[in-house]
């Protein structure tokens, strides 16, 4: 008996889950993705070229609160919730739900997805959104480059939120690649702050594909995990980055507390913004869960190329847009900087948004003064423009990793809040990464 499935997802961890386990398997027939969390990736299909033989016609996919509907209207048999970065409460509302309208209701492995590869693979990921994965993930790629003198190439957790027929595999190496693959404000902030140090970067929907031509490519392979979720191919070293502004949420989030009890490494990151107690709560978390992890502490410092223009100015902050969306989190550089170079005003930006910025307040209702700075879509980034110079203020301080100041034009002075991995005291990531790839005759 063919069992029917439908897919619960946000355009990334979904898909992998169907290339892996279920697009050539005769036991299942998937009627149907959905897609949460991120704007406007429902109402495609992914693609007959991309969905396998036994999909000649390729796979919709649905809005989640579609999902009770779907499971009714074509009897399905299987629900398999496959994305990432939402609470334990959450996972089993949805489960709640399927299995009220008569469906099973699953978990795949975080292993079991996970593809082998032929080249050493360094997993750098997380416990929440925005706890600091790419500024890691960018030092190991410098170490490993600069003192190793290894070729690196990074491969990104999936960001397909456009033409699914032209992203199987990107590969993006200079800035002209951003235009050539339509790049959203969301995929540079992730690629550009590689591109620009010369690291090449891979993302797409294939990851099977993707390794192939990374690993021709390659000595070492460095996954670059997006929101909290487990890495797509098998790592030799897996390092999980931790944020004790949100102390505890490492044991209440899918599946972040999964990375937490994987992890060869757990960076503490942001000690030196968060107070003492939320670090120390943290660490005995990962002491109690995984006591075999290397434990490190690490700084997140802020910088600003002239700070003097912040002081007495009336600012507007536009902060990384996962990290305060369902990343959750209350602020981000931009205001911390604004506090530091003591700016006389975060302006409340709710006022003047516009369009989709304003839907995304209404959704969002922890956000106050903080613009996340969404771009999933060309009219997005037209409404984030607009809301930004409808915005009485002196001065936008942005800090996203993309150079927004290049990507909107903006009637206001804007001024970016950089920052980087730091190590706090020993033991340093350098000296456990190496030795730890030494141990296995990778370095």
Known sequence: MIEKVIIVGAAGRDFHNFNVYFRSNPRYRVIAFTAAQIPNIEGRIYPPGLAGALYPEGVPIYPERDMAELIRKHRIDLVAFSYSDVSYRHVMHKAAIAMAEGADFILLGATYTMLKSNKPVIAVCAVRT??????????IA???KEKAGKRVVVVRHPMPYGDLRKQAVQRLSTYEDFQSNNCTIEEREEYEPLVERGITVYAGIDYGLILERAEAEADIIIWDGGNNDTPFYSPDLHLVVFDPHRAGHELLYYPGETNMIMADVAVINKVDTAPAEKVEEV????????????????RSPISVEDPVRIRGRRVLVVEDGPSITHGGMAFGAATIAAQKFEAAQIIDVRPFAVGSIKETFELYPHLATQLPSMGYSQQQIKDLEETINRADCDLVLFSTPADLGCLLKVNRPMLRVRYEYRDHTPPFLQDIVFQRLADKGIV
Do not use: E, H, Y
């Open 130 to 139: 925005g706890a600091g994965k790419s500024q890691t993930t960018r030092k």
């Open 142 to 144: 410098g170490l490993l």
């Open 283 to 298: 660490a005995n978390n990962i002491a109690r869960s995984n006591p075999g992890a290397a434990i490190v502490l690490a």
